[in-house]
């Protein structure tokens, strides 16, 4: 891989080499805001969930990949895009909310509903979610999320326990785009499992090979009574769980640019670019 932060569509995602980035905010800590009531009391506003944000410099950039930037950056675009640190592809490529089924969809009219605290097998204690199905359709799912433009592995892991005599599974759908469209004719890996049922709960494990043509991956699950903290990684094997550090919705604002090398028509083009990245939505 030539590059370690990325930007652009679902499925159009271009590396940038050399990005230096400034001091991020991660947005876990709350915006807070101090008001004074009608009476001159101390009012706290609280917004739970704070919008981070990327200061980068990006040094000597081809056309291409400078183009990407400059038009998700013009008014009247939808500045709508995924935005990966290498921090994101190492760690967890779902986004905060993916990292903790906040944003997973669910069929047939199954539920989600958010369990207590549970323990894991290597002594995590980790907040939980219990799915109200039991049967053998594959009733929940991650939304969509890319997977490296330049190929190779990605590592999906999940935490979860088994409802009582069954054999609760994990796998990938490979999709071609953010609906969730299938790769043409339809791609699904190998599916991890466990019959644990009780105790604390095992780390599910699948390292695959994107097929060609796929430019991302949904986790789907059945029959589990218990999951937790499920991960997505561009590498070889697990890391420590991380909360999710991918953006699905990014906003370029405040681009320069200086021109770094020109040889003429047809030759070797290459400038530099200084932007903030912004989370939205």
């Known amino acids: 891989m030539r590059a370690g932060y990325f930007f652009g569509p679902f499925g159009g995602l271009v590396g940038l080499p050399d990005v230096r980035p400034g001091v ?3 947005g876990l800590s709350p915006e807070v805001q101090e008001k004074r009531d009608i009476v001159g009391r101390r009012v706290l506003l609280v917004k739970l969930e704070a919008a981070r944000q990327w200061p980068v410099q990006a040094p000597n950039l081809y056309p291409d ?4 930037v400059k038009m998700l950056a013009r008014p009247g675009q939808s500045h709508r895009g995924w935005w990966l640190t290498p921090k994101a592809i190492v760690q967890n490529v779902l986004t905060p909310k993916g990292s903790t089924f906040e944003d997973w ?3 047939s009219g199954a539920t989600l509903p958010a369990g207590g605290y549970v323990e894991t097998v290597d002594g995590l204690a980790v907040h939980s979610v219990n799915p109200d199905y039991d049967g053998d359709e594959w009733r929940y799912q991650s939304r969509p999320v890319p997977i490296s433009p330049y190929g190779g592995p990605v590592t999906v892991t999940m935490y979860g326990r088994a409802y009582i005599g069954k054999t609760a599974e994990v796998r990938v759908k490979w999709v071609i785009d953010e609906s969730g469209s299938e790769i043409p004719g339809g791609a699904t890996s190998v599916a991890a499992s466990t019959t644990v049922d009780s105790g604390t709960l095992p780390r599910l494990v699948l390292t695959l090979n994107p097929p060609g043509g796929a430019h991302g991956l949904m986790i789907q699950t059945r029959r589990f009574a218990v999951m937790a903290n499920p991960a997505v990684t561009w590498t070889a094997d697990a890391g ?3 909360y999710g550090e991918g953006c699905d919705r990014a906003f370029i604002h405040d681009v320069r640019s200086s021109l770094q090398e020109a040889q003429g028509p047809g030759g070797l083009q290459r400038e530099s670019l200084t932007f903030t990245v912004s ?3």
Not at 65 to 68: L, Q, Y
């Open 105 to 107: 969809t669910t069929l």
């Open 65 to 68: 990949e400078a183009s990407v």
């Open 279 to 281: 989370e939205v939505g």
């Open 240 to 242: 420590p769980w991380s």
């Open 24 to 26: 991020d905010t991660d």
